[in-house]
């Protein structure tokens, strides 16, 4: 059956305020996302900076794009607020933190078991702080284990060598006979691998940390840079082996035999 016109309209009237009652609390809640949204659109209204800005931050931090404007958001568009901030929450990358000076530290030293082997190496951060506190200290003993387990290493990272001694082992494997028959250029690219591969052995940041051999000692100390915050230099180190200072003595020279002369008997 029609329904009149009165039934309808009835019928219209409800339908609308059912669409009210059920849109306007989403509609709310749209507009009041709570107070730590809203505290955050206020200040990202207020904040007042340009990309020209993130992407100067960006240089300065090594700090991704996204993680620069939110710094600049909680620092109201205040970079050095903003790279503080950064390196509060360890976004700062390890390759800018690694151009900060480092001048304050701590000397570890560890000795393996049965006292024949001992390591002290100097670790260096920027700050008394970080020195002090025991996350630092811990890197630190790990490092001097590290430096105890691998006999090969004299050197802390490849610029470390001489470029002399560097030189005179390319020179040695240029002659090399397997190489003799190769072209100038094949032989020098040859070359160039087996000598970064010798000297990359006695290099500390190159190894394959202990722990975890997946990462070198190079990615473990990255590690800690995030963690800290701060630049993380390897100084230098020194190993300790019982006895490594007592010369071999040569085997004594034998007696050279005197001949005695023999007195020639009286002719009869």
Not at 4 to 32: I, K, N, Q, Y
Not at 66 to 75: G, N, R, S, T
Not at 231 to 255: C, D, H, S, W, Y
Request: net charge negative; aromatic share 6%; with cysteine.
């Amino acid at each position: 059956p029609e329904l009149s016109s009165r039934e309808s309209l009835t019928r219209t009237a409800m339908g609308v305020m059912f669409r009210v009652v059920c849109v306007a609390p989403l509609v709310a809640g749209l507009v009041w996302q709570g107070p730590r949204v809203q505290s955050r659109i206020t200040r990202l209204g207020a904040a007042t900076f340009s990309a020209q800005d993130v992407k100067a931050l960006r240089q300065e931090s090594g700090a991704g794009m996204m993680d620069c404007k939110k710094a600049l958001v909680e620092a109201e568009g205040d970079m050095e607020k903003a790279i503080e901030w950064l390196r509060v929450k360890g976004l700062a990358s390890a390759a800018k933190k690694g151009e900060r000076a480092t001048k304050e530290g701590l000397i570890e030293t560890y000795v393996h078991t049965g006292g024949k082997l001992g390591v002290m190496a100097e670790v260096n951060c920027e700050t008394d702080f970080v020195s002090k506190g025991p996350d630092f200290k811990e890197m630190c003993r790990l490092l001097a284990m590290q430096i105890a387990a691998s006999p090969s290493v004299q050197y802390v990272k490849y610029d470390d060598i001489p470029s002399e001694l560097i030189a005179k082992e390319v020179e040695v494997e240029m002659q090399a006979e397997d190489l003799a028959s190769k072209p100038e250029a094949i032989r020098a690219k040859i070359v160039d691998g087996r000598v970064t591969k010798l000297f990359k052995e006695q290099c500390l940041l190159d190894q394959p940390y202990i722990k975890d051999p997946k990462m070198t000692v190079d990615d473990f100390v990255k590690s800690y840079v995030s963690k800290l915050g701060e630049n993380i230099q390897i100084a230098r180190f020194t190993k300790f082996e019982l006895g490594g200072t007592v010369k071999e003595e040569e085997p004594a020279e034998e007696p050279a035999v005197q001949e005695v002369p023999v007195a020639a008997e009286p002719v009869a």
